[in-house]
């Protein structure tokens, strides 16, 4: 039994128009997608703007309506309402630390909000237990009395943590936690996030445009391109090995480190822009979409024709 | 665009068929029906039923409103049993009088919103803002009714600049010049009354578009490329700011209902609103539902033209 | 004397207050830097730093800040310019490129409007088919597939790439000297950063201006700098060419910076966290070393007084002494905790 596994996941929006204003037509913002997460990893799901991570992540919180497709929780279908108790084992990290907590708010209940949904406890037992998530995550408990306003972008987004974990989830979707905040801040954050990961035996489905946090804090990989998959595997697979074109390009983009390489990384990136103009046609289909996934290793998955596997 | 336009007004038509029902309904909940003002209670009841039965009134409702929603169609509202005439005759020139009404008055809200809602919006938080600020809360705070009596006795009573009732100076012959004067002389105290006080709205309004639209990444583009003071605010701030109040331009007519009612009261004007006063008063009932069908006509369409004219002035919906 | 000659801009001593109440505090303190003919400088900084308020001295764009100093350039000096002469060369000799396209450009106008303004404002006479055809030459020259049909586009029909090469189209209509760009890809995704990179690359050694780009990010700085100013709570705190900096950095912040980031070559397990955070405006310490609160284990001796910039190599300055008695503390765990409050 896998920990998480998405099978055939399709979640499609439709586009109004016309004088009445039906449905005309979908956008297939994630278009039959599958795939496993081992409990205690890391899954980073990475991809441009409206390549459907986002949308992958929220569905499986139940933010997005599916359209087609399961997604099973430790073998438990998430769908089917007796199952309903299993949502609190999955609790989501916004992007924006500024924006995702009610300003109007204390933190206290805030954080409160998700226990205050599953559980009845005394106000004295849930100030306690707000108390201890704070001091989990770094802040000092008198801090349960001031508003968002009052701190700092890394330590704000310390308040969605310790929101998330709350109800003691198993699975936390943190959806690109740290693109808002500055460098050093950066730090904070994924040093604390793989912190309380061993502490409390979480597994993150860590969704991310950055490539280089991905490399940095995860285990396995799935590379999104306009709602479909293009490769999956561990991180050596898709670092040292990539096999799909866009992945490629999608690798020699990351700026360079170190100013040396930048001849070598223009260069590079030429080349690869010119092997993706060519070989387009190869790796994508009619309407410029990736086909369907298929194993080159055990763990190594990549978009390929059929013909191209043998 | 098109195709906005033209569901919009598949929108509108439901609109106003919902409207006329409301309207029908409430008048037959009203006490009394179009009979029972018009007759001698000493007439035999036996020959009231008669007459009942002959107008229609003891069909089902919606047979009834069907009866109505024909005749309307045809231009019949039915008959005014105070004025003894058709309600259509009684109406249009009514209606011709507020429409005047209405237009001056839109055109002085106007005139003194877009300079003020300019200036204070440009020179925010100076002293010039604040005197414009204060001036639309009190705008805010002062009662439409009052404030028009004030003026009423101000202008009209003790300076005597303005005359206190009518549309037009009696024995003055329509078509000619000294007509129009008349009637213009007539129509401007109420309407600068009026735009006095609904103009803060839009003042308000204007002042907080253009305080938005300054600090917009855009204006700084503007600023970096070369643009002067003058021109930032001419071909960037303005335009963007004055596209949600020409937008609001349709809505502004629902106001101006509500406004004529209490101001053609006030200074005796013969337009819709005074003629909806006099009728409730003497519960003339098919010119009362006449008025209100109309003034809810007037604010759905009003509705309808605020949309029109988004769409064809934003880009961001003129496309779809 | 080669230098001097290719020197366009000439930053010197700069101070850039705003009012918060009935105080003046400097966002941008005592800042001396210079540019040069097609050069990159990078100016490199977390938010707070000051960096994006010292792009917009430059500009003149404050419209309510309190400048001292001076900005030489093309013999003004800026700083005492009248708004009508500084409106003669924003757009002209000087250009800056935004961080969000997504809002940087007027929604109610055209594509090509916007860019013909730029050219419009310097160009009084310019008859309107040059003017359609050099908009249309503009937009070749940022890489727009079909500039005819872009020209009459409204900016919510583009993508943020697009955007941004329009924005670029319109900093440089008129060849400027000098190019800010703040921010440019932070916006974008990693394929079209690249190209934007690649394209402001190319422009830079087309028309050999001089650019500033303002950036938190490491990795761009890697790839498009000459030169590397690091600024921090308003103040320059090391100023050295990009192969020094990334090869022997010595402030502390900028080590600390460079430790921060997850390094695509080296494993790393752990990154390093800054103690503390970067003080607000109004906290910032007025006298003495500012990031010393930051680096709490370096003995207070080891500041300067009056922290001043030092050239410790050719072309290599440093502010504070600070720097010869630093070095990492290696116990994380410890400064995980403090890294928090």
Redesign the interface.
Known sequence: MEFLEVKNLKVHFPIRGGLFNRKIDAVKAVDDVSFQMEEGKTYGLVG??GSGKTTIGRAIVGLNKITAGKIFFEGKDLASAKNKSIRKDIQMIFQDPYSSLNPKKRVLDIVAEPIRNYESLTRKEEKQKVQDLMERV???AEAILKYPHEF?G??RQ?IGVARAIALKPKLIIADEPVSAL???????V???M??IQKDLNLTYLFIS?????V??MCDQIGIMYKGRYVESGKKEDIFTNPQHIYTK??I?????????N?DF?KNH?RDVQKMYDQSYHEYFDKEGLAYHLQHISESHQVALPHRKVD | MWKFIVRRLFITAPQIVLLSVLVFLMAQMMPGDALSGLIDPNIDPQAIEQQREKLGLNNPWYVQYKDWVVSALQGDLGQSFRFKMPVTDLVEQRLINTFWLSLATLIITYLIAIPLGITSGRFNDTLRDQIITGYTYIGFATPLFIFALVMLWLFGFHFQWFPTSGSVAPGSEAGSLSYVISKLHHLLLPAISMALITTVNTVQYLRSEIIDTKQ???I??????????S?VYN??IL??SL?PIAAFFGYEITGLIGGTVFVEFIYSYPGMGLLFMDSILQRDYSVVTSVVLLFGIASILGALLSDIILSLI???IR?K | MILLINQILNVSNLTTSFRIKDDYYAAVDNVSLQVFKNEVLAIVG??GSGKSALAFSI?G?HTRAKMEGNIYFKGEDLVNLS??KI??????DM??I?Q?PL??????MTIGEQIG??LL??NKAITKKSRYEQVIKLLQLVGIARPKYTYNQ?P??LS?GMRQRV?IA??ISNSPELLIADEPTTAL??????QI?DLIRELKNEMQAGIILIT?????V??M?DRIAVMYAGEMVEVAD??TL?ENPLHPYTR???N??????QK?D?????QG??PSLQNLPRTGCRFAHRIPWVTETAHEKMPQMHEVEPQHYVRCTCYKHFDFLEK?KED??H???
Request: no cysteine.
């Open positions: 441009e703007s770094g802040l000092s700092s890394g330590q310390r500055d460098v050093s801040v950066q730090a904070q994924l040093n604390f793989q912190d445009h950055d490539l280089g946090i490399k940095h390009r999608l020699a983009a990351i700026p360079d480190i170190d100013p040396r930048r990384q990136r | 917009k990444d855009f700084i583009t503007a600023r970096a490329k070369g643009a002067s003071e021109r071909r960037h335009r963007n596209l934003d880009p961001r496309i | 977390e938010s500009m764009l708004p009508a409106n003669k060369m924003r757009g002209k250009a800056m935004f969000d809002t940087a450009l007027n929604p109610l303004e730029a404002l310097h409204f919510h029909e943020g924005i319109i900093a995704d990693v394929t079209i950063q690249a990179l938190h990010d490491l990795g761009v890697a790839e700098a990009v192969h990334f600390s910076l460079l921060s980031v997850p390094n695509s070559k790393q752990r990154l390093h966290v800054i955070v970067v994380n995980h905790k890294g928090i409050s």
